[in-house]
């Protein structure tokens, strides 16, 4: 005869708020990409490569993405500063 038990536990774990931040804009906009506002439009800006060279490409985003990824720099900003 076989009893199952269920159970649950707490652990103790440490989150690096800066890590969290960085991942969640890059989940976004992706790695290296960055966003600009340019002639009341809203752009991601990313680097191109073609076997040696690379260039700066970019793509229209919503104001609603551009205002998250900089809301989101502001705090990392912020945290990368009072992390010293």
Same mark, same amino acid.
């Given at each position: 005869?076989?009893?199952? *038990?269920?159970?649950?536990?707490?652990?103790? *774990? &440490?989150?690096?708020?800066?890590?969290? &931040?960085?991942? #969640?804009?890059?989940?976004?906009?992706?790695?290296?990409?960055?966003?600009? /506002?340019?002639?009341? /439009? @809203? @752009?991601?800006?990313?680097? *191109?490569?073609?076997?040696?060279?690379?260039?700066?490409?970019?793509?229209?985003?919503?104001?609603?993405?551009?205002? @998250? &990824?900089?809301? #989101?720099? &502001?705090?990392?900003?912020? #945290? /990368?500063?009072?992390?010293?």
């Amino acid at each position: 005869m076989n009893m199952q *038990v269920y159970g649950s536990f707490t652990q103790q *774990v &440490i989150i690096d708020p800066i890590s969290v &931040i960085e991942k #969640l804009i890059a989940r976004e906009i992706g790695d290296g990409s960055w966003v600009f /506002k340019e002639n009341d /439009k @809203y @752009y991601r800006g990313f680097e *191109v490569g073609y076997g040696g060279h690379t260039w700066d490409d970019s793509e229209e985003i919503s104001e609603e993405l551009y205002n @998250y &990824i900089t809301s #989101l720099k &502001i705090v990392l900003n912020h #945290l /990368k500063e009072n992390d010293k």
